[in-house]
C-alpha cells in the first residue's frame, strides 16, 4: 500500500486532562502535509547482551512506550500550522473581533515562572490497519522559514506521552480542508530600528531567506515509579510518562540580505537594541478588506552578528538576530493570528 | 527636595506601579496568564513577581496597518482573492 494514503489528524481542543485526548471525531483537523508518512508506536527494551558471560542477547525486556514523534513540513497558514505554532508557545490567546468574521488571535510564550506545562493534544494516524490515537502531544519545536518569494514553509515536531489507543476510535474524521493561499509575495519583514525608524525589508527587497525556530525541548523522558502501565495486543507491555514538562526553551532567529553598506555591521558591533521585528505572512482576503495573516513578532533584539555570506555569486550577509526578553510577556518572541474563526486553541 | 521621575532607575527602592506603563503591562500579562494556566492545569500557580525598581512609559502602538503590503494595479491578484477557497474557514 502507498505510504501517501498515510492521513493524520490533530484535536482541535486541548486535554483537558493530560494524556486524555479529544473524543470527538470532528473536533479534529485534517493535518496537510507533503510528505506521506504513517506511525507505529514503539517499545523501548534493553537486553543482556552486554553481560560479561555473553556474546550476544538471549532476550529482551520491555521498557516505556517510546515518545511517538511527528515531523511535519508544509505551508504556514492560519488553520493548522497556526494552531501548532500557538500551542508551541503556549501561552493563553486574546482573541479580538477584528470586522464583522475577521478575529485576530494573539499569544506569547508561556512564562517559565507561571510553569512548565504546554498545552497538549491529540493526534489520530490511520494507514489501513495502522490506527492510532496518541495521547499526550504537545509542539516541541516550530520553525518558519522564508526564501526568496516562495511560499513560507513551516516544521513542527510534535511530541507524545506514549499513550495510545489502538484502533483509534474516532468517527466522522473530516477531510483536509482547502488550505488559505499564503503567497510568499505578500510577505512583510520590518523593525523599528534604534533610531525609531521603521526599515521595511520587504519594500527594500534585500531579503534573500530568513528562519524563525522556537524550540521547546520538552522532557519526553521524566519517568517515575508508578507510571501507568499500557498493554496492546494482549502482551505487550509498557509504561508511559504521566506528565512532559517543557525544559528551557530556546528561540533562533537569523535573515540572510544582499550586502548594500556596513549600517547593519557597523549596529550589530555598537550592540545597537532594535524593536518589533515582525514577520508577517499574508494570505488571501477574509472579507473586502482584511487578509488572513500568520505573524511572529520579536518585541526587543540585536543584530548578535553580521557575517559575510554569499547567494549565487552575490555578496551577502547573514543576520544573526538574538532576542531579548520582553519586559510586558517575558518572552522572546509573540505570535499573532488572523483568520475568519472566533477562537484559536 | 525635587521627587525622582518615575521613568529614572532609582536603584534604592520600588515604585509604583501605575497605569500606562511596561511594569503594569507585564503585571496585567502575568496574572492573565496565571489564571489561564490554574484553569488549564489545575496547578496552583504561587510564584509572586517581585515588585519593579523602575517605572517605563509603554511605547506608542505603530499601526500595524502602516506598514501593510501594498499592490500595485498590474500586480494582478491570486486566483482565491474573491472566493477565498472553501474550508478557509
Known amino acids: ?345 | 527636595m525635587a521627587r525622582k521621575k518615575k521613568d529614572e532607575s532609582t536603584g534604592d527602592g520600588p515604585v509604583e506601579i501605575v497605569e500606562g506603563t511596561v511594569e503594569h503591562a507585564a503585571r496585567e500579562h502575568f496574572e492573565r496568564e496565571k489564571a489561564a494556566y490554574e484553569e488549564r492545569t489545575g496547578e496552583k500557580v504561587n510564584f509572586v513577581p517581585p515588585h519593579p525598581l523602575t517605572s517605563t512609559p509603554l511605547a506608542e502602538v505603530v499601526s500595524d496597518e502602516s506598514v501593510e503590503f501594498i499592490e500595485s494595479e498590474d500586480a494582478g491578484g491570486s486566483e482565491d482573492e474573491s472566493t477565498p477557497p472553501e474550508g478557509d474557514q
Open chain 1, 1 to 345: 500500500m502507498l505510504i501517501e494514503n498515510g492521513q493524520h489528524w490533530i484535536s482541535k481542543t486541548v486535554e483537558g486532562t493530560y494524556n486524555t485526548a479529544e473524543s470527538t471525531g470532528s473536533n479534529y483537523s485534517f493535518i496537510p502535509t507533503e510528505k506521506g508518512f504513517f506511525s507505529l508506536p514503539q517499545l523501548e527494551s534493553r537486553n543482556d547482551g552486554n553481560r560479561a558471560g555473553r556474546n550476544a542477547p538471549s532476550h529482551v525486556c520491555k521498557t516505556y512506550w517510546a515518545p511517538p514523534q511527528y515531523q511535519l513540513t508544509d505551508d504556514a497558514e492560519t488553520d493548522v500550522p497556526a494552531r501548532i505554532f500557538r500551542r508551541a508557545l503556549g501561552g493563553s490567546v486574546t482573541d479580538t473581533l477584528v470586522a464583522t468574521g475577521v478575529y485576530d488571535h494573539e499569544f506569547a510564550i508561556l512564562s517559565p515562572q507561571v510553569g512548565s506545562i504546554l498545552p497538549s493534544f491529540g493526534m489520530v494516524s490511520l494507514l489501513d490497519v495502522a490506527s492510532f490515537l496518541y495521547h499526550g502531544c504537545m509542539a516541541d519545536s516550530f520553525k518558519l522559514m522564508g526564501k526568496g518569494s516562495d511560499r513560507i514553509q513551516y516544521d513542527a515536531n510534535i511530541v507524545g506521552s506514549g499513550k495510545v489507543t489502538t484502533p483509534h476510535g474516532l468517527s466522522s474524521l473530516p477531510a483536509l480542508a482547502a488550505t488559505p493561499c499564503m503567497d510568499g509575495f505578500r510577505t512583510a519583514v520590518t523593525y523599528v530600528d534604534d533610531a525609531s525608524a521603521t526599515i521595511n525589508l520587504s519594500t527594500l527587497g534585500t531579503l534573500i531567506e530568513w528562519m524563525v525556530e522556537h524550540k521547546n525541548n520538552i522532557r519526553t523522558n521524566k519517568r517515575r515509579i508508578g507510571d501507568t502501565i499500557q498493554t496492546i495486543a494482549t502482551t505487550g507491555s509498557g509504561a508511559h510518562v504521566r506528565s512532559m514538562p517543557r525544559g528551557k526553551y530556546e528561540t533562533t532567529i537569523n535573515m540572510k540580505l544582499d550586502f548594500v553598506d556596513l549600517t547593519n555591521w557597523q549596529k550589530s558591533i555598537q550592540a545597537k537594541t532594535f524593536t518589533n521585528l515582525k514577520f508577517k505572512i499574508v494570505g488571501p482576503l477574509i472579507d473586502a478588506t482584511y487578509r488572513h495573516e500568520f505573524e511572529v513578532i520579536v518585541p526587543s533584539f540585536t543584530f548578535e552578528t553580521v557575517a559575510p555570506d554569499e547567494d549565487e555569486g552575490d555578496a551577502a550577509i547573514m543576520v544573526n538576530v538574538l532576542a531579548f526578553q520582553d519586559a510586558v510577556s517575558g518572552g522572546t518572541i509573540t505570535g499573532r493570528v488572523r483568520n475568519a474563526t472566533a477562537t484559536l486553541v
